[in-house]
DNA sequence: TCATTTGCATAACAGATGTTGTGGAAATGT
DNA sequence: ACATTTCCACAACATCTGTTATGCAAATGA
C-alpha cells in the first residue's frame, strides 16, 4: 500500500487488503474522507507509539527523536511513503491541511521540550526553544523527503551523519569554546 | 490549479483551463503520463528561469540561492504546491520518482558551487561543500513543507529567520573567531 | 482550384471510483 | 425459541477518468 502511493488508497483496494468487501468499509465510515482521517491518524498514532529510541536525556534524547523520524529501516521508510504521499490530498482540503499543521505543530512542541531540557544541561546554545525545534524539524522533513526520492545517495548512515553534522553545528553557533557532543 | 492538487490534474481539468478540448491534448500528448512529465519539466524550467535574486557573492549568493525556493511570495507559494503536491504521483512510479531524484541532485550541485565558493571567501566553514549543500537543501525542503501547512505559523518573515539562524550556525560551527555574516 | 494533410472538436467507450440500496446471516436480547 | 437488531457481502448506480474513433474545417501544397 505504500507502493501505489496515497491516490492508490481506493475503497476496494483497502477492502481487498483487508479480505472484506466495500459494504464492510460504508459500515464503518460513513465517506471516503473519514476513512482518510481516520487511516492518517491511525498512521500518527502508530508512529507515535512504536518502539521508539529513547537512550539518553538532554542532547542524547533530542537526537534520538529526530532519528525516529528519518526512513532510516524499510518500515520507516514505508510510512514516510504513505505520509508524503498524502500531502497531495491533504493540501487540497483545507480541514485536511489544517490537521497536518497540528500535527506538525505537536511534534514541534514535543521536540522543543528536548531542546530546552538539552539546553539546561548545557549541551545546547541558548536560544528560542521553538525557534531550534522548528528548524530541527526542518532539516529532518527536508532530509526525509530527499531520501526518499534518492534512496541510495541517501542511506542510512549517510542521513544520520547529516543529522549529526547538523546538530554538531547547532550545539556551538558563534563563539563557543567546543564542547563537542557529536555521536558517532 | 495549484488549489486542487495533482490528483486534481485531469485532461478536462487542464482542456478547460486551457479554453479547449481533450482532443488538443491526445494529439500533442500521446499519453497523459506524458503531459504529467512536459508539466513538470515546465515548472522547473519556470522556477529555474524566473527572476531570481543574485545580489552578492559567496554567502550572499548561497543564500540568495535558498531564499528563491521558499514560499515567500504567493507565486512562489503555488509552485510549491505543485510541487509537492506531484510528490504523491511520482512516488508512485519509479521512472518519475528517480527524475525527481536527479533534479535535487542538480539542485544540490548549484548549491555546492556556491557552498564552495563561499567558503573560498573565507565565509564558510571548511567541509565537504556537497555534504553542506545536502543539508541545506533539506533544510529549505523541508522548511517549505512546514510553511505550506501551516503559512500563519511560518510568514515569510520567520522563514527568513530560520534560515539564516540556520546559515549562521553553518558559518561557524565548533571552534572559530566568529565571523558573523548574517544579513537581514 | 483542387487534393491532401494537419489540427482539433465531438462523441463514444471501457474501466475505475465513491456511494447507495437490498438481502441474508449472525449476533443479541427477551 | 423467537424477535429484533447488527453486521456485512453483493450488486447496481452514477460519475469521472484516460483513451480511442469519427468527422469536419482550416491550412498547405501543387
Partial sequence: MAARGFTGLTLRAVAAELDATTGLLTHYFPTKRALVEYALDLLEQRTLSRPRRDSGRGMAALRDALLDMLPLTSEATDSN????SSWDAALSDPALSADYGRKYAASRDR??????????????RIGDPAEIAAGAQSFVLGLVVQALFAPA??????Q???????????VAPDRSDARQSAQR
Avoid at 511513503?81 to 508524503?84: E, K, S
Avoid at 544520520?160 to 547547532?170: G, M, S
Fill in 81 to 84: 511513503r504513505i505520509w508524503v
Fill in 111 to 124: 521536540l522543543s521540550e528536548r531542546v530546552a531540557a538539552a539546553q539546561e544541561l548545557g549541551e545546547l
Fill in 153 to 158: 545517495a541517501f542511506p542510512p548512515q549517510r
Fill in 160 to 170: 544520520v551523519q547529516l543529522l549529526d553534522d547538523y546538530l554538531a553545528a547547532l
